[in-house]
């Protein structure tokens, strides 16, 4: 599946849980806590539905994307994406 697609056609339920969750952060601009319930009820609903070996796998997902989002956004800026990542963590 290409990252560069606009919303993937056919999902494992755990990809689409990522999916989901994503979306239900980036969904609600203007209520922040509205997003992080709903995201967290995804998260929720896996582990109920699919156990807790989907979460993890879930968390492995997740990560993946988010490190396949900081190298292209890395590579733009002609920085490392470790280092990239590296900045986002810092308090």
């Given amino acids: ?8 056609t056919e999902f494992s339920p755990v990809v689409e849980a990522a999916y989901g969750a994503v979306q239900a952060i980036l969904s609600d601009d203007h209520n922040y806590e509205r997003g992080v ?3 967290r009820r995804v998260v929720e609903a896996v ?5 807790p070996g989907a979460v993890v796998a879930l968390a492995v997902e997740l990560s993946l994307k ?9 590579s733009e800026r002609g920085i490392a994406a470790a280092d990239l990542a590296e900045v986002w ?3």
Avoid: K, N
């Fill in 89 to 91: 963590w810092v308090d």
């Fill in 47 to 51: 582990h109920v539905e699919h156990g």
């Fill in 37 to 39: 319930e709903e995201a």
């Fill in 66 to 74: 988010l490190g396949e989002a900081l190298e292209h956004m890395a």
């Fill in 1 to 8: 599946m290409s990252t560069s697609e606009s919303q993937p």
